[in-house]
């Protein structure tokens, strides 16, 4: 072995040799910072979203094959690449060179709308159909299960692949490389010369076999990196270095890694070695070698499966199933079988499989024999985790199962696809030659303990035993005794999930024994798959020219955004210079700071500067609407993840560092984190919102029916891919600063820095070209993060980058605000409501940011869709300890409109009625009043509702479902159908404007810019049509660069669904003075061109800049009073929601969702539609899924989207149907349309009460016929909770242990 190698590896055709690796650098550290490659970007860090995924091509010396698998680079250590070749977004395709099928498949199908996630969707797609042109949906949609959308919905991008096979130049699929068999020249650079043909794998990896069986060695300032190729070697090396870990896929280990926390320096990787990657089969059954991936082996497995009969490879089929569901593609591609079996974790899920088989270790050290280890209780309780210094894993071998053997493996993740098990468990069973008594039972599950559990005693006090219920009823006895143990905080569901994954077992064994398959009963593996389909209705107006809005043109930064060339503040090149600014944070949800001290922190190399409140030239306070909030945190911090200071250093990785080891000490205080514990102690806000309308006290009286409740809904994290990230620039010479940011609210950002600096606003300039992701919350906390680089840059004065990773990003910012309503609501028996009492509470937070506004314009719906003509409410803000909740997509509606649902459903339920008859009855129709006092325009609410109503055919359906229920008892359906409308405007009547800037060059090229910031929501697109429209020119010759407060001043946040009616007028109006200047020109010479106008009116002196403004409406709304307009028009919607829910374990999939939603004239119906359908499956995760819970000492559990989960493209509806509504208009927008933003988020709360339909009639089968109080989120916990069976009454009867830090939901 060499003392130090350099690593060869090749990007995009291209050799790179890197001298000295850092074997802590990740691939994607690598390409962004040294290469350059900024299309591959960083959303979380820790393999658990997609975006940084790149292809990895390897040669196999042996077989003479190339391999390309899709990895994510942020847990891909450099050094693992010696000898690889990896592709990235940017050598897939470029707006220079021509887009690849896939790129343009992308743009085809509208398929992103931020773009943040594009790149990593891109690779995912081009590595499926790299290696298999022809792939499957059910292959597609797999894969896409590895890259999180936040935007979107998946559904475009499912379609993406579909138009990507049909833009394959060979008509095949995708074929464009040439040939990777070996060739007879070594060139060390070679790169694709045109889009039409994909970059090959590097011949001079082929040829020099080297790369792949020399033992090498790296170097890094901190570890040393051995990479050895035979066994012999790697044995030789762990017996020198007995503490250094062998490492394969990296990643379970690699968090250690990559934080520098690996106890020993030196790492032994064993992805080279050979005799660590067969797999082979022997007379007893199959031999896995440890370095074989999940991939690898579900490949041979399938092929095994062929060729080995039943019953000797059933253990082969549930090894499938388990392996289907563990991580995803990206994951499985590194991931091995023996890193997996060697990672100390309590749910991992091929270790429970592996123990419940049988299977047996063979571990191998230097000079000695073969030590077999079973995986057994032994091995749990002394090996496990743990192996002998010198010792390696060599392989697993797995026996064949016998005749009266059966097994499974199961799991049930909090969300299906991407996600570990809450419960994970291999269930093994031998029973005696008559089949009818048990011989011999292995049950082992993950997720009941720190490390998996072999329940031996239920396996041994079964012995002997009929088959059969009452051997059931039994181990579940056992099996609440054995697993019980104070590990986790929710403990019963544990035990039911444990006990209802036997009685599954129990149920398929049984089945097996029939030779029936009953899948429609019950599923070993999870509620059936089905691909998604969907369909798309709206409107296009006939071709006319330039005349461009009202048609779906694609975004017009397709080319961009597909290829990675897209720039986001991150992918803005380093300046020299530049310093990294990295928060030090509060510990504690509420203390007094009694001292700082950054000493050892400043001590560090590359260590410039702590910053912290002192550094703040004007005021350290800020907020949205009072100035309760703090940049850098004073003489007291108020909720964990508060920033105390931050830390300049030359580069993120020293930051870091040097930020944990800066000393705060705290004195505790007391704490409050959830709205029940603000309404005990009474810590609220000051200002409760009062709506009074009608008159209740008469209405007391005289309703004939009367029912109170309570219901809330939980906190929301934005989870926008791209995180908070600024970069301040200082312009020493007049005292000025540029910002690029991330932002929503750039007005506002200026005024803050500006107060934050005492500077005037004319010497600081924000722009922001586009923002991965807001959903409004990129508001408040983004100007915290401007405002920490840009404190930095006025005090060094150096370029300073503030860029949150995920877990700050998760841990610091504000959320959707919980919410809890209690209410009192009056009606007659034919189901009208005369009357609603409520209470609405929101937590807030530690500050209240924008929560006034919540509460108020939450209060706004308080009829939600009825005609409610007697209302009495009022509104709190909560104080608590938690950072600061703040604006999110539909602010406060969604809370108040599933309050004003659950109500309804309320009724219907006393009064025995079919929800959908109370809905209708109460329905609002044209010249109704709501509770803010606004006259209902027309009866578009009622027209969605009615096309919605017979387009899905819901009554039939119901029915229909009413049959399913009665012959499935393990699976249930419900369906419901809900109406929506927003009202769109500001209520401050100055929000209501927008303004523009338009200049035309004499080449005939516009420059466009507006107010609105493009997150996602296609403003620019919208605009550019509007442009091209009015200034009649093809759309190719407009471009927006990026919004600026140094081109539209004093411009209106973007948000509240109206960016687009707002800055279309001001577009507009900016283009009708161009229009109207150039006229006398055309008009002279009609059949000249565009350009000779314009150069003929320069040439009169004429200006070719104009500025617009427009103002939406002359009448502002006043809270107080609750008199004025709010609502310059209503958007509205309904959707219908079918839902299938799994008894026993909770989980769920929606089946079909169909929505009619009235957007006016839609500007761009593509683009509209795919806020429809992103809107409803955000809305859905908030319903469903997200949930966030808080350690008793007020720290959050989740760091990223490993631990919080959003919907992937698994969870979407099945069938996705969105119409637009037709002849719908509006004469308060200049085009006709509506905002379409915000609205159909509250849509998803149809899948609520679909659910809860489902769970309804599992309870009716055990005899219950109450109105269960389903929670919301209605999680899979929650679901299978309100399941009453005899397994959970038997687990509510046990005595659970709980954790002692019991965790609080929020
Ligand atoms: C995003 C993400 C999602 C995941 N989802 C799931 C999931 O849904 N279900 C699930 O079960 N798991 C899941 N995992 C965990 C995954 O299965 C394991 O992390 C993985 O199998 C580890 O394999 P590796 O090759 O990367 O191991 P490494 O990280 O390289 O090594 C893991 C450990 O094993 C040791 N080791 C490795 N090989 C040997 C050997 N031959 N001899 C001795 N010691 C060895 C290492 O020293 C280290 O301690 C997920 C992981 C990630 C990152
Ligand atoms: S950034 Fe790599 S998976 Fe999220
Ligand atoms: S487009 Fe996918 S995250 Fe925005």
């Keep these: 072995m060499e003392s130090r190698d350099a690593l060869i590896f090749f990007v995009n055709g291209k050799k790179v040799e890197v001298g ?204 040393t990196w051995y990479r050895p190729t035979s066994l012999s070697e790697i044995l030789r090396l762990k017996a020198e270095h007995p503490d250094a870990p062998v490492v394969m896929g990296c990643n379970s280990i690699g968090y250690l890694l990559r934080k520098g926390k690996l106890t020993s320096d030196v790492i032994i990787c064993g992805t080279n070695v050979r005799e660590l990657v067969v797999v082979e089969t022997t007379t007893s059954g199959i031999r896995v070698g440890a370095g074989v991936t999940m991939a690898s082996l579900e490949h041979s497995l399938n092929e095994l499966l062929g060729k080995t009969k039943d019953p000797a490879n059933r253990c082969m089929k549930a090894a499938l199933d388990v392996l289907r569901w563990i991580g995803v593609d990206q994951i499985r591609n590194t991931a091995t079988i023996g890193g997996h079996v060697m990672s100390h974790a309590p749910n991992l899920d091929l270790q429970a499989f592996l123990l419940a088989a049988g299977a047996e270790l063979n571990f191998v050290s230097e000079g000695k024999e073969v030590r077999l280890c079973k995986m057994d209780g032994d091995f749990i309780s002394n090996g496990y985790g743990h192996i002998g210094g010198s010792e390696i894993l060599v392989s697993i071998s797995i026996p064949y199962t016998s005749d009266n053997e059966f097994i499974v493996g199961m799991k049930q993740p909090h969300r299906r696809g991407f996600d570990y098990g809450i419960v994970t468990c291999g269930l093994f069973v031998e029973l005696d030659t008559s089949r009818e008594a048990v011989r011999g039972m292995r049950l082992a599950f993950g997720g009941v303990d720190k490390k998996p559990v072999l329940a031996l005693s239920a396996a041994k006090s079964s012995i002997g035993k009929t088959w059969s219920e009452d051997l059931v009823a039994a181990v579940c006895g056992d099996l609440i005794t054995e697993l019980n143990n104070s590990h986790y905080d929710n403990s019963k569901f544990r035990l039911t999930l444990a006990c209802s994954f036997f009685y599954k077992f129990f149920l398929f064994v049984q089945d097996q024994l029939k030779n029936v398959n009953s899948s429609s009963q019950y599923s070993v593996t999870g509620l059936p798959l089905t691909t998604v389909s969907g369909t798309q209705v709206y409107d296009v107006p006939s071709d006319d020219g330039n005349r461009i809005v009202w048609k779906p043109v ?32 509060s510990k504690h949800a509420h203390a007094r700071i009694i001292s700082v001290d950054p000493t050892h922190a400043l001590e560090l190399p590359g260590v410039v500067d702590y910053i912290n409140s002192s550094d703040v030239p004007g005021s350290n306070r800020f907020g949205e609407i009072v100035p309760d909030g703090t940049l850098f945190a004073e003489d007291e911090v108020f909720c964990c993840g508060q920033v105390i200071g931050a830390v300049l250093a030359e580069s993120r990785a020293v930051g870091e560092k040097a930020a944990e080891l800066v000393i705060v000490t705290y004195e505790k205080m007391d704490t409050t984190f959830t709205i029940e514990e603000a309404i005990e102690k009474n810590e609220m806000f000051d200002g409760v919102h009062k709506i009074d309308v009608g008159d209740l006290e008469s209405i007391r009286g005289t309703a004939s029916q009367c029912v109170e409740g309570t219901c809330s809904t939980g906190v929301q994290e934005h989870m926008y891919l791209e995180t908070q990230s600024a970069l301040a620039v200082p312009k020493l010479e007049q005292h000025e600063l540029e910002v690029f940011t991330s932002t929503q609210i750039l007005t506002s950002t200026q005024h803050i820095l500006s107060q934050f600096l005492k500077i005037p606003r004319n010497r600081l300039t924000v722009k922001i070209k586009r923002v991965g992701g807001g959903f409004g919350g990129k508001q408040g906390d983004a100007v915290a993060v401007a405002g920490i680089a840009a404190v930095g840059a006025w005090k060094t004065k150096r370029p300073v980058r503030c860029v949150w990773d995920r877990t700050t990003d998760v841990r610091i910012t504000g959320k959707r605000h919980p919410s809890k309503s209690v209410y009192k609501v009056y009606f007659n028996d034919d189901g009208k409501i005369l009357g609603l009492d409520l209470k609405f509470y929101i937590n807030a937070g530690y500050t209240q940011d924008c929560s006034p506004y919540v509460v108020k314009i939450g209060m706004w719906f308080l009829n ?22 703040t604006a999110f997509r539909g602010f406060g509606a969604p809370q108040m409109m599933f309050a004003i649902e659950s109500v309804l459903q309320h009724v219907a339920t006393q009064l025995k009625m079919a929800p959908e008859q109370v809905r209708q009855i109460n329905m609002v129709k044209q010249g109704d009043i709501t509770a803010s006092r606004q006259i209902m325009p ?62 035309v060059y004499l080449d005939g090229s516009v420059l466009l810019t507006h107010g609105g910031v493009e997150m996602g929501q296609g403003i620019h697109t919208k605009m550019i049509q509007v442009a091209s429209t009015e200034l009649d020119i093809p759309l190719e010759k407009i471009i927006i660069s990026e919004v600026s407060t140094s081109t539209v001043p004093n411009t209106t946040e973007s948000g509240g669904s109206q960016v687009a009616d707002l800055n279309a007028g001001a577009v507009r109006n900016a ?158 927008t200049v085009y006709s349309s509506k905002g379409v933003g915000e609205p159909p988020l509250l849509l998803a709360s149809s899948v609520f009460f679909a659910l809860k339909e489902a769970v309804l009639a599992a309870r009716a089968d055990f005899g219950l016929t109450d109105d269960y109080p389903l929670k919301c ?5 929650r679901i299978r909770m309100a399941c ?15 954790s002692s830090n019991l965790l609080v939901t929020i």
């Design 20 to 223: 000295s690796p850092n074997p802590e650098t990740t691939l994607l550290q690598y390409l962004r910072q040294t290469l350059y490659l900024t299309g591959t970007k960083s959303a979380c860090g820790q393999g658990a979203c997609g975006a940084c995924t790149v292809m990895i091509s390897s040669y196999d010396v042996t077989n003479k094959s190339i391999t390309h698998v899709s990895a994510n680079a942020c847990l891909v250590p450099l050094c693992y690449l010696h000898g690889r070749a990896v592709t990235t977004v940017e050598g897939v395709g470029s707006s220079q060179t021509g887009l690849h099928g896939v790129q343009k498949g992308m743009i085809e199908s509208q398929g992103f709308q931020c773009g943040f996630c594009t790149p990593g969707m891109v690779m995912t797609m081009y590595t499926l159909l790299r290696n298999n042109p022809t792939a499957a949906k059910e292959q597609m949609e797999r894969v896409l299960e590895g890259n999180l959308c936040r935007c979107t919905g998946y559904r475009p991008i499912v379609d993406a692949f579909v138009e990507a096979k049909k833009n394959c130049p060979c008509g095949l699929g995708l074929c464009q490389q040439t040939t990777e068999t070996p060739v007879s020249t070594v060139e060390s650079t070679y790169q694709k010369d045109s889009s039409s043909q994909d970059v090959i794998f590097p011949p001079e990896l082929q040829l020099t076999e080297s790369y792949h069986t020399k033992n090498v060695v790296f170097s890094g300032d901190r570890y």
């Design 554 to 585: 694609p975004n017009v930064s397709s080319e961009y955004v597909t290829s990675g060339e897209a720039q986001f503040v991150d992918d803005i090149p380093s300046f020299q210079s530049e310093l990294c600014a990295v928060p030090v944070t």
């Design 864 to 885: 939600g869709c009825y005609n409610i003509q007697n209302i009495k409410s009022e509104g709190y803000m909560c104080k608590t300890n938690l950072p600061s909740n």
């Design 938 to 999: 027309d009866n578009n609410m009622l027209r969605c509702w009615t096309e919605c109503r017979t387009d899905s055919r819901y009554d039939q359906r119901r029915q229909e479902i009413v049959t399913f229920n009665s012959t499935n008892r393990w699976r249930k359906r419900g369906i419901a159908l809900i109406p929506i409308m927003f009202g769109i405007g500001y209520a401050p009547l100055v929000a209501n404007q927008a303004g523009a800037l338009v200049l």
């Design 1071 to 1228: 283009c009708i003075k161009i229009r109207d200047r150039l006229e006398p020109f055309r008009k002279a010479k009609p059949e000249d061109t565009w350009e000779n106008w314009v150069n003929a009116a320069y040439q009169e002196r004429v200006s070719l800049a104009a500025t617009g403004i427009f103002k939406s409406r002359e009448e502002g709304y006043d809270f107080d009073t609750n008199t004025g307009v709010h609502a310059n028009y209503y958007t509205y919607g309904t959707a219908c929601t079918e839902v299938e829910i799994d008894c026993l374990t909770g989980e769920h999939q929606v089946r079909r969702v169909d929505i009619v939603m009235d957007v006016g004239k839609s500007l761009n119906p593509a683009i509209d539609v795919g806020q429809i359908e992103g809107g409803f499956v955000m809305g859905y995760g908030l319903m469903t899924m997200e949930e966030i819970k808080l350690t008793a000492d007020g720290r959050m559990k989740a760091s990223g989207p490993l631990e919080y989960k959003i919907p992937c493209v698994r969870n979407i509806p099945r069938e996705f149907k969105v119409k637009l509504l037709q002849n719908s208009e509006t004469v308060k």
């Design 1273 to 1277: 989120p209605a999680t899979t916990e």
């Design 1284 to 1298: 009453q069976d005899k397994i959970i009454d038997r687990c509510q009867q046990a005595e659970t242990k709980t």
